[in-house]
Antibody
Framework: EVQLVESGGGLVQPGGSLRLSCAAS????????MHWVRQAPGKGPVWVSR????????MYADSVKGRFTISRDNANNTLYLQMSSLRVDDTAVYYC?????????????WGRGTMVTVSS | SYDLTQPPSVSVSPGQTASITCSGD??????VCWYQQKPGQSPVVVIY???KRPSGIPERFSGSNSGNIATLTIRGTQAMDEADYYC?????????FGGGTTLTVL
């Protein structure tokens, strides 16, 4: 089955760290640009980060730059998001998403998301 | 940074046409995608490259992009189309989403 499954979310105190994972299956993971997108409760999606298919050239939203690190393991079909110095406003459902090969194709596949709650 | 602006809400009667706009500076120079999100579910792309429909998306969904405005049009709106809709584009290798529009079918 073609799918993305996120894991690693949970409750963490402000200033803490968390590592999210996204397991891909059913497609050639290594050939796709992958993203993390988050959605705070009752709000719209907000792009967080992306990484190219060959594990190079990561990009980040200004709000997470210097605190989050995206990476991938193409051998094990897994995308990661290492989050540190977490803040209350990082609370959200975190989705991994696959971008289509064509320019302008958008996020053609999303996982179900994993909830991250930052609270004392 | 680049901003995309959507109306917070749109209402439509069943069977009528709903139009949801997304505005941004010179938006026609960028590709726009549209996503539908129902409560408790992940977003689903309904339009990509301004006007193309992925397989499985009903023909009643269409898109356009001209000037500073992209538009998602739903013809013959059905109750099942009630959802939040988000536009999305790109800005210097980053991704931007609009704030979202809640479509109410009543």
């Amino acid at each position: 089955e073609v799918q993305l499954v996120e894991s690693g979310g949970g409750l963490v105190q402000p200033g803490g760290s968390l590592r999210l994972s996204c397991a891909a299956s059913g497609f050639t993971f290594s050939s796709y640009l992958m993203h993390w997108v988050r959605q705070a409760p009752g709000k719209g999606p907000v792009w967080v980060s992306r990484i190219r298919s060959d594990e190079s050239s990561a990009m980040y939203a200004d709000s997470v730059k210097g605190r989050f690190t995206i990476s991938r393991d193409n051998a094990n079909n897994t995308l990661y998001l290492q989050m540190s110095s977490l803040r209350v406003d990082d609370t959200a459902v975190y989705y991994c998403a696959r971008e289509g090969h064509l320019t302008g194709e958008g996020f053609e596949m999303w996982g179900r998301g994993t909830m991250v709650t930052v609270s004392s | 940074s680049y901003d995309l602006t959507q109306p917070p809400s749109v209402s439509v009667s069943p069977g009528q046409t709903a139009s949801i706009t997304c505005s941004g500076d010179k938006l026609e120079d960028r590709y726009v995608c549209w996503y539908q999100q129902k409560p408790g579910q992940s977003p689903v792309v309904v339009i990509y490259q301004d006007a193309k429909r992925p397989s499985g998306i009903p023909e009643r969904f269409s898109g356009s992009n001209s000037g500073n405005i992209a538009t998602l049009t739903i013809r013959g709106t059905q109750a099942m189309d009630e959802a939040d809709y988000y536009c999305q584009s790109w800005d210097s290798n980053t991704v931007v989403f609009g704030g979202g529009t809640t479509l109410t079918v009543l």
